[in-house]
């Protein structure tokens, strides 16, 4: 019966460890800006449809880019990014398991046998406790999913308020 009880606490412990080794499926979190900056815009060509010398197409290009930014409130030489929460914290199936472990040791030294009650909590606990993790893990990578899209939305908004100009002081942008 001891010899149970042992392998059945030394699998419960191993499980654990396991869990709260795992959390991120040995990846680093997500959560740098780096995560986060719009993707990289395709080159845009201008043509000069009212035959403007370089020198004017660069200050027009200036003159649109300073009231794009003004309009949009997005800089694209300093974008100050939509921020993504924390990653959730770990532990959960470590916490749940001593939460079971506690619980299941005081059911089982009612029972007469507070050992097992114990590993048979902190195996329960421990599976609650990593279910929840993982819902909160997949709550977090939709916030930077969705953190990522309101980026890419603002630098389109820029982009277009840009062309919009160029476009009005006689310019072909495609």
């Known amino acids: 019966m001891r010899v149970q009880q042992s392998c059945v606490i030394l699998s419960c412990a191993v499980m654990l460890a396991g869990c ?12 740098s800006p780096v995560d986060y900056a719009p993707p990289p815009q395709a080159r845009t060509f201008v043509f000069p ?11 027009d290009d200036f003159t649109c880019y300073k009231w794009a930014k003004q309009q949009t409130g997005y800089d694209p030489e300093h974008p100050s990014l939509a921020a993504a929460p924390p990653p959730p914290s770990g532990g959960g199936a ?5 939460g079971g472990a506690a619980l299941g040791a005081i ?19 421990g599976g609650l ?11 977090y990578q ?3 999913q969705e ?5 890419q939305r603002t630098r389109e908004t820029f ?10 002081k006689g310019y072909k942008v495609g």
């Open 20 to 31: 709260v080794g795992t959390q991120h499926g040995g990846r680093q979190p997500s959560g």
């Open 159 to 168: 982009d277009r308020a840009h062309r919009t100009c160029m476009e009005g």
């Open 129 to 139: 406790g990593m279910m929840g993790q993982r819902g909160a893990e997949q709550e």
């Open 107 to 125: 059911g089982g030294a009612i029972a007469g046998d507070a050992g097992m009650g114990a590993a048979i909590g902190a195996a329960a606990g």
């Open 142 to 144: 939709q916030q930077v």
């Open 147 to 151: 953190a990522g899209a309101q980026n």
């Open 94 to 98: 470590l916490i749940g398991a001593m």
């Open 49 to 59: 449809e009212k035959g403007q010398s370089p020198e004017q197409q660069e200050q």
